[in-house]
Structures are given as C-alpha cells and as structure tokens.
T-cell receptor
Framework: SQTIHQWPATLVQPVGSPLSLECTVEGTSNPNLYWYRQAAGRGLQLLFYSVGIGQISSEVPQNLSASRPQDRQFILSSKKLLLSDSGFYLC?????????????FGSGTRLTVV | GNSVTQMEGPVTLSEEAFLTINCTYTATGYPSLFWYVQYPGEGLQLLLKATKADDKGSNKGFEATYRKETTSFHLEKGSVQVSDSAVYFCAMNRDDKIIFGKGTRLHILP
C-alpha cells in the first residue's frame, strides 16, 4: 500500500535561518507531488507541485523553493526564513486518475519562525 | 474561474444534532467533488467523494450528493458526535490539482 512520510513534525526556527522539509512517498511510482501551506485559522494555499523528477511548478512567488531530486522525494526549502513563513506545511500526492482518488496528505510539519 | 465556496464557520452543535455544511462550486465541465476532514494537529484525510452528477459519497455516517443543477455538494450527517469536531474542506479537481474551499470549523458540544 502507498504511504506518505513528512518530517519533521514540528520545527522552531529563527528568522533568517534556512529551512528544509522533506516528503517521501512509498508504494507508488511517478506520483504527482504537492506542497501546501496552511496559515493559522486560514485555508490551504498551494505552494508547489511536481509531475516528475526535476519538474517544479510554483503557484505563488515567495521566499520558498522546492526540489524533486528523486521520483518519490519532494523537498521544500528556504535560504532565509521570514516570520510570515510560519504555518502548517502539508505534502500530498495523488493516485491516478486524480478525479477518482483525490489527494493523500502527509501528517504535516508545523513551522514556527521566531 | 474555478472556485469552491463553503459556509464560513465556526459551526457549533450539540451532540446528536443534524449537520449540514453547504458547499457550491464554479467550474467548466464536470469535476469530481471531495470532502476532506482535518482533525486537530493532523493532515487532511479524504472523507468522501463523488465523481459524477447524482453520485452520493458516504463515509462514517457523512453523506454528500453531487448536484449538477445547483452546482452543490453539501455535507450532511444525521447525528453528530463530539469526535466529529474538526475542520471540513470541500474541494474539486481541476487541471491536475485540487481546489479547496476555505474550510469550515465544526465544534460539537457534549
């Protein structure tokens, strides 16, 4: 069966420090992968998605970047964190076709920038 | 454009009350429709889905029917429990992505 792993679960980082969040999927190949952010008390914002190795689409210009170095690995990064980067970060993948399966989400990373 | 609109919360109900959370969508064509649930501190879980008009999705006592004529996918449950307290997101698929509503926070009082 397919599983998705996200880590770390919580992270407290100072302003200006770098960030690396990792997401991996098991039990499937060539998944579409997504990074979402959920600010406190607000909805979901799509940050990046990827349909294959090295293929990244950015939805919102910002202080973050994403990479997909391997088929089932998706990394969210920042060189210098801002206070506004605080939030709950969720990784997701979808079964094919998307219309039938929707997304499967990881358990999330709560990032607090101080 | 493509969008999902759901009722704003929070919604507060007593245990065993009837629940309705309204959701409407705007889209070209006929998307699949989803309800996701997010329990405190967790990621989102798929609650139910419907892939075509008049389909009814159901799970854990929740139901929603895909109404093409009213472009709606309202979530219902006949008798809510305290454990149903969570945030509920209505969503649809478009162009390899899922578009989410803003979420409705549900509080169930014992």
């Amino acid at each position: 069966s397919q599983t998705i792993h996200q880590w770390p679960a919580t992270l407290v980082q100072p302003v200006g420090s770098p960030l690396s969040l990792e997401c991996t999927v098991e039990g499937t190949s060539n998944p579409n992968l997504y990074w979402y952010r959920q600010a406190a008390g607000r909805g979901l914002q799509l940050l990046f998605y990827s349909v294959g190795i090295g293929q990244i689409s950015s939805e919102v210009p910002q202080n973050l970047s994403a990479s997909r170095p391997q088929d089932r690995q998706f990394i969210l990064s920042s060189k210098k964190l801002l206070l506004s980067d605080s939030g709950f970060y969720l990784c997701a993948w979808n079964g094919q076709p998307l219309a039938n399966y929707g997304y499967t989400f990881g358990s999330g990373t709560r990032l607090t920038v101080v | 454009g493509n969008s999902v609109t759901q009722m704003e919360g929070p919604v507060t109900l007593s245990e065993e009350a009837f629940l309705t959370i309204n959701c409407t969508y705007t889209a070209t064509g006929y998307p699949s429709l989803f309800w996701y649930v997010q329990y405190p501190g967790e990621g989102l879980q798929l609650l139910l889905k419907a892939t075509k008009a008049d389909d009814k999705g159901s799970n854990k006592g929740f139901e929603a029917t895909y109404r093409k004529e009213t472009t709606s996918f309202h979530l219902e449950k006949g008798s809510v429990q305290v454990s149903d307290s969570a945030v509920y997101f209505c969503a649809m698929n478009r162009d390899d992505k899922i578009i989410f509503g803003k979420g409705t926070r549900l509080h169930i009082l014992p």
